[in-house]
């Protein structure tokens, strides 16, 4: 639960940045839509990376990584 708490929060820290150094990124709607888009991206983080190491997994072994 702890690096589930970290991930988000890193997550949420991250996309603030992103908005603040690029100004075509815009989330409008304030902090509340922040959470959301970090609880999204958090939940596609844990969704697609070990669907990824699957798709990856005859390279991987092709190439002794």
Known sequence: MRFLFKKYLTITISLFGLTQLIPAIVISGGWKEFFY?????TILFYIVRPIAGIIMLPINLLTLN
């Open 37 to 41: 888009a970090s609880a999204v991206l």
